[in-house]
Every structure is written in structure tokens, then in C-alpha cells.
């Protein structure tokens, strides 16, 4: 059977589409993070939602330091006086329709946003140790079944809003996104 120009260009477009699957995958440097760097404090993330899920602020807090701590080198501190102070406050997190089949909704979504203040007491202008400080929304939606519980979503989608949400406030700090 001969190859044909169009059998060529298949093969050819998929390989270049596996190959480009590759080029966006992110992995943390240590050295993003300059060697002046010693300490790092991650302050309680309180929760100023309407909607309160009381798991949401321990489990956010504790996941953020235990990932800064495992991918920074970095010591973590409460000190007042830590070269990188990191605050945040948890401003949305509710419900809202995503889909409707027949006149019924089919799917919900749940909305998180996480506010961070980062502070840089080594260098606040960012311009010899980055980043300089900032504050910045890092918003999350979890798509959930209509035909569950808000409770039951939630307990399904903890782990999942966990690991998004702290890797996306990793990411913003670390990674000047």
C-alpha cells in the first residue's frame, strides 16, 4: 500500500501534536527562588466568604505550607520578621448553575477565590530579590452533578480545590504569573 501525501501529513500533524503537549508542562525551579531567601511565612487563610466551609481555611493554610516547604528549600516561620510574609483571605466561594438539560439543571459549579497580599521585607520593589509585593485574586471553579448535595460536592471536590488552589497561589508567588 503506498503512502499517500495525505497519510504523510496525518502522521506528521500527529506527531507534532504529541510532541507539543510537552512544551506546556510547568516544573518548579528552585533556584526561582534567590538564595537572600531564608524564611517564608504563610499566615492563616481566613475565611470572609458568605458562604463558610469550615474545613476550607485549615486545609488551604496547612496545604500552602506544606507545599512552599517541600518545593522551596525554604525554612517556614511565623516569625513577623520572615523575608517572604504571605497573607490571604478567602472573598468567594458559592454556587452557581453551569448547565441545564430539559428545563432542569444538570451541572453546578462552585466558585473560590483566594485574595493574597505577598510581601517582600528583603526587597518590597522586587528590582534585587523578586517578586516585589503584590496582592491578587487566584479564582478556581469546581464543576459538580445538580443531582448531589452541596454537602456531598464538597466532600467530593475537597481534595481537588486543595490541590488547585494551592498550586495556583504557588504558581502566582513563585512563578510571577
Known amino acids: 500500500m503506498p503512502i499517500t501525501r495525505y497519510t504523510r501529513f496525518l502522521f506528521a500533524a500527529l506527531v507534532i501534536m504529541t510532541s507539543a503537549t510537552g512544551c506546556f508542562h510547568y516544573s518548579f525551579n528552585q533556584g526561582a527562588i534567590p538564595k537572600q531567601v531564608k524564611t517564608i511565612r504563610i499566615n492563616y487563610i481566613e475565611n470572609k466568604a458568605r458562604y463558610i466551609n469550615p474545613q476550607l ?60 497580599i505577598f510581601k517582600n521585607r528583603l526587597d518590597p520593589s522586587g528590582k534585587s530579590v ?42 502566582r508567588i513563585f512563578s510571577n504569573w
Do not use: C, W
Open 57 to 116: 481555611s485549615p486545609q488551604l493554610t496547612d496545604r500552602l505550607r506544606q507545599k512552599i516547604n517541600s518545593q522551596s528549600g525554604k525554612t517556614i516561620t511565623q516569625n513577623d520578621n520572615a523575608d517572604y510574609d504571605i497573607n490571604g483571605t478567602v472573598t468567594d466561594y458559592s454556587f452557581t448553575t453551569a448547565a441545564i438539560s430539559g428545563n432542569k439543571t444538570a451541572t453546578n459549579r462552585l466558585n473560590v477565590t483566594v485574595h493574597i
Open 130 to 171: 523578586s517578586p516585589a509585593d503584590f496582592e491578587a485574586d487566584v479564582s478556581r471553579s469546581f464543576d459538580f452533578d445538580a443531582n448531589i448535595s452541596i454537602q456531598q460536592a464538597e466532600s467530593q471536590l475537597n481534595e481537588s480545590i486543595m490541590k488547585n488552589l494551592s498550586d495556583e497561589i504557588f504558581n
